[in-house]
């Protein structure tokens, strides 16, 4: 089963689906979202007397079994964090029984193994997000 997490808020499915440049990927979890500066601005007193909204900054975070990031490994060749952008498309069905579609740009920040004693190997990579598109396509049921 997977998890999805978008904004903080958690969707579990049987039914999700993560592709990486066309190809689909069994990932364990998949976590993305948008983050906007936002302050409370002064004049003369204490109290804020407006507020306004900075930069947005996307970030996404991925766990996936050692199995199915191999194939991108001999790809790039042992070198995952010099591959050019990547594009996900992560597919899943909401509380509403909607088919949501969300599209994240990124590249790895890092690579290497998580080896424990434990059945099901599997890492977290910590991505360097470059776009988070929410509902790029949705449909019903």
């Known amino acids: 089963m997977s998890d999805i997490i978008v904004n903080s808020k958690a969707y579990d499915s049987v039914d999700v689906k993560v592709?990486?440049?066309?190809?689909?990927?069994?990932?364990?979890s998949f976590t993305y979202g948008n983050e906007q500066d936002?302050?409370?601005?002064?004049t003369l007193g204490a109290d804020a007397t407006s507020w306004s909204e900075g930069k947005i900054t996307p970030s996404a975070s991925m766990t996936v079994p050692?199995?199915?990031?191999?194939?991108?490994?001999?790809?790039?060749?042992?070198?995952?964090m010099k591959l050019k952008p990547l594009t996900a498309i992560i597919e899943?069905?909401?509380?509403?029984?909607?088919?949501?579609?969300?599209?994240?740009?990124?590249?790895?920040?890092?690579?290497?193994?998580?080896?424990?004693?434990?059945?099901?190997?599997?890492?977290?990579?910590?991505?360097?997000?470059?776009?988070?598109?929410?509902?790029?396509?949705?449909?019903?049921?």
């Open 19 to 28: 592709f990486i440049e066309g190809v689909q990927l069994n990932v364990k």
């Open 38 to 42: 936002t302050q409370l601005n002064h």
């Open 66 to 80: 050692m199995v199915d990031i191999m194939p991108l490994e001999v790809a790039a060749k042992g070198q995952l």
């Open 92 to 141: 899943y069905v909401n509380e509403y029984n909607i088919v949501v579609i969300d599209r994240v740009i990124f590249k790895f920040k890092d690579e290497g193994r998580d080896v424990t004693g434990d059945m099901g190997l599997e890492k977290q990579y910590d991505l360097f997000a470059l776009k988070v598109d929410l509902n790029i396509g949705a449909r019903s049921l």
